[in-house]
């Protein structure tokens, strides 16, 4: 059974060009959660979906970042016209079911860089 | 709003030398509590948990007790090794139904030979 898949691992881009993360929860998780960790800081939660709904997403940014998990396919969050304040770690998790008791997986992380 | 708060690193020891992280927390309702820990170039593994007040979790020599009273998770582990080397979150799960986590900023530990 593999674990939460993120890709790519390492992303660099040019300031105002488009960023795509993928993240395929592990089978049979139907609970996403992406998380931003900046350089030497914890991780800061973004956006929870489950498939085809985002539930919460009081961490994004207002502007330049979505977030979706449709029904087929992984999960993608996107940020549009990425400037050097954007450079970070960004980590997918999933769990099978909700509740505090549920242990979420995290994925390796993409490491985001904006040069 | 809720909060972690770790102390800082870096945190070095000898091996075989006893360890402390401390993690005191502010929430609302009753949280559960994590510690994950992410070796480098890695994502983060999930080390132990405590679910209710006085829980005790462990897992590979390491141990952290839920205390209520003083809002602490303090991580410990009687024993370290250079394989621990690693940075070291404390976490806590909202309460609200789902797995949001608020992460503290993370305690770097090294471990000499």
């Known amino acids: 059974n593999a674990g939460v898949m993120q890709n790519p691992r390492h992303l660099v881009r040019r300031r105002g060009q488009e960023a795509r993360l993928r993240c395929s929860p592990m089978?049979?998780?139907?609970?996403v959660y992406w998380y931003r960790q900046l350089p030497e800081e914890g991780l800061k939660f973004m956006v929870y979906?489950?498939?085809?709904?985002?539930?919460?997403e009081s961490g994004m940014p207002k502007e330049r970042f979505s977030a979706e998990f449709p029904k087929e396919g992984p999960s993608i969050l996107r940020i549009q016209q990425v400037v050097r304040g954007d450079s970070a770690a960004y980590f997918c998790?999933?769990?099978?079911?909700?509740?505090?008791?549920?242990?979420?997986?995290f994925g390796q992380g993409t490491r985001l860089t904006v040069v | 709003g809720d909060s972690v708060t770790q102390m800082e690193g870096p945190v070095t020891l000898s091996e075989e030398a006893f360890l402390t992280i401390n993690c005191t927390y502010t929430a609302t309702g009753y949280p559960s509590l994590f510690w994950y820990v992410q070796y480098p170039g890695e994502g983060l593994q999930l080390l132990l948990k405590a679910t209710k007040a006085d829980d005790k979790g462990s897992n590979k020599g390491f141990e952290a007790t839920y205390r209520k009273e003083t809002t602490s998770f303090h991580l410990e582990k009687g024993s370290v090794q250079v394989s621990d080397s690693a940075v070291y979150f404390c976490a806590l799960s909202v309460s609200g139904g789902y797995n949001k986590l608020i992460f503290g900023a993370g305690t770097r530990l090294a471990v000499h030979p």
């Open positions: 998790a999933s769990s099978p079911e909700t509740g505090m008791n549920t242990e979420a997986f």
């Open positions: 089978k049979g998780h139907s609970h």
């Open positions: 979906l489950q498939k085809e709904n985002i539930i919460d």
